[in-house]
């Protein structure tokens, strides 16, 4: 879910002016201070979404079928510590936009997105207690998440180069929100199938807490993603590249 979340502000912040060098032309031309921007936006999204799956080079988003994460770690000190890897997920396409405002004059952004569903797979390393459960264990993990919702806030600093204004994006605030999950996670106890059973449904039983209790590691990898991918953009195209006024 976490890279998704960053392609798609990134689609939402470049999408204004598709004739800029680089873009694809496929995308309409949205005036900066047109009244019907908001609209412009979403009708750009909707051109953009066939092309996701395999990603797109000028925009710098990578492909989405699936969207790759090398790394995601929680460590709560002596108690808890887990490690995921080779992170791989699934759906990403399916991203709705709820809300989008870009004030470009102060340059801040809030958005709501919501991921109808979403299937992550990794490779965990877990040691320690989790709510009620004594965890120690590592093999395939796989994940079922329905009505992702994330909602974002960006605050950009201007900065001139080569006689020319560009933006730096730092993060001001990020929540996500999961409706449904289901989660598995094979050989929590070795060979012991039977106990890895009960263990995987008590985690699902308990599913609500889990979810809480694994939402840092959620957050820090969307937000490091997000604004590497957003720097990335702003700093290869300029606000004038980027937005017709």
Request: aromatic share 8%.
């Amino acid at each position: 879910m976490w890279k998704l979340i960053s392609g798609t502000v990134v689609i939402l912040l470049v999408l204004d002016n598709a004739s800029s060098k680089g873009l694809p032309s496929y995308l309409k031309l949205c005036k900066r201070r047109s009244g019907n921007l908001r609209t412009c936006v979403a009708e750009n999204v909707e051109l953009l979404r066939p092309h996701l799956k395999k990603g797109i080079p000028e925009l710098f988003i990578p492909s989405m079928d699936p969207l790759i994460i090398p790394e995601a770690t929680l460590n709560s000190g002596d108690q808890f510590k887990a490690t995921f890897r080779n992170i791989e997920m699934y759906h990403a396409e399916n991203f709705k936009v709820d809300t989008f405002n870009f004030d470009l004059d102060h340059h801040h952004v809030d958005a709501k997105l919501t991921f109808p569903l979403l299937r992550i797979k990794s490779n965990y390393n877990i040691n320690g207690r989790l709510l009620i459960l004594q965890l120690n264990g590592q093999g395939p993990a796989d994940g079922n998440y329905t009505n992702v919702r994330a909602s974002l806030s960006l605050k950009g600093t201007p900065f001139k180069k080569n006689n020319k204004e560009y933006i730096r994006w730092e993060k001001e605030k990020i929540d996500i929100g999961i409706e449904k999950s289901h989660l598995s996670f094979d050989r929590l106890f070795g060979d012991n199938a039977q106990l890895n059973e009960q263990t995987n449904r008590a985690i699902n039983d308990n599913i609500d807490g889990i979810i809480q209790e694994l939402q840092p590691v959620i957050q820090g990898v969307v937000s490091d993603f997000v604004f590497t991918i957003i720097n990335r953009v702003f700093a290869r195209y300029s606000v004038n590249e980027l937005f017709i006024s």
